[in-house]
């Protein structure tokens, strides 16, 4: 079953404890992207990656990292989080024209 | 670069009335367009997409959408909505070329009352 798997699902944390929300899929897709999605303001991209080693910002990628050392997962990492990173994460694999999202992260940040 | 106007944030309607909820976009080059459905405290899921052909696409629980190329528009519609269609419902658009990127609106919020 084709599949996109975050963890954890739920979280809350302290501001500045570094945190890492991993994803993985199983479709063996190029195309991997990272959405915060906010009240009011829809989904926003965080970062993307067009194939392992390649990544690239999206649009809102202020306090936040990445990386793609392999095609199946691209984790998100928050280095120093604070709480205007309170969101709900989705994460997204795709290739041409369908696209597989997680089932979402919340995480809170106090 | 592509955005994407959802032009009422809330639409409350009554059980068994008809509901359109509105999406416009804009942009430069040709696009695919998605609409996502989230219930509450739930993920993302697809209603619908339209990539070409016939300009009328019909998706999961009953909605259809329709593009409109030169009003640059893609609405949703639903003859006949039911209490369990209350969710938050989001246009989204890519462009047809290299980018698999999808900028989404900021979400319309359905309430079906009885």
């Known amino acids: 079953e084709a599949q996109v798997t975050q963890n954890p699902r739920y979280l809350i944390t302290v501001t500045g404890k570094k945190l890492t929300v991993t994803c993985s899929q199983n479709?063996?897709?190029?195309?991997m992207s990272w959405y915060r999605q906010d009240p009011g303001l829809g989904l926003r991209q965080i970062y993307y990656s067009m194939n392992v080693e390649v990544t690239d910002k999206g649009d809102v990628p202020e306090g936040y990292k990445v990386s793609r050392k392999e095609k199946r997962n691209f984790p998100l990492i928050l280095e120093s989080p604070s709480p205007n990173q309170t969101s709900l994460y989705f994460c997204a694999s795709s290739s041409r024209n369908t696209i597989y999202f997680g089932e979402g992260s919340w995480l809170t940040v106090v | 670069a592509q955005s994407v106007t959802q032009l009422d944030s809330q639409v409350p309607v009554f059980e068994e009335a008809p509901v359109e909820l509105r999406c416009n976009y804009s942009?430069?080059?040709?696009?695919?367009l998605f609409w996502y459905v989230q219930y509450p405290n739930q993920g993302l899921q697809l209603l619908l997409k339209y990539l070409s052909g016939s300009t009328l696409v019909k998706g999961i629980n009953g909605f259809e959408a329709e593009f409109n190329k030169s009003q640059t528009s893609f609405h949703l519609r639903k003859p006949s909505v039911h209490i369990s269609d209350t969710a938050e419902y989001f246009c989204a658009v890519r462009d047809q070329g290299g980018s698999e990127k999808l900028v989404f609106g900021k979400g319309t919020k359905l309430t079906v009352n009885p």
């Open positions: 942009s430069s080059v040709s696009v695919y």
């Open positions: 479709m063996n897709h190029e195309y």
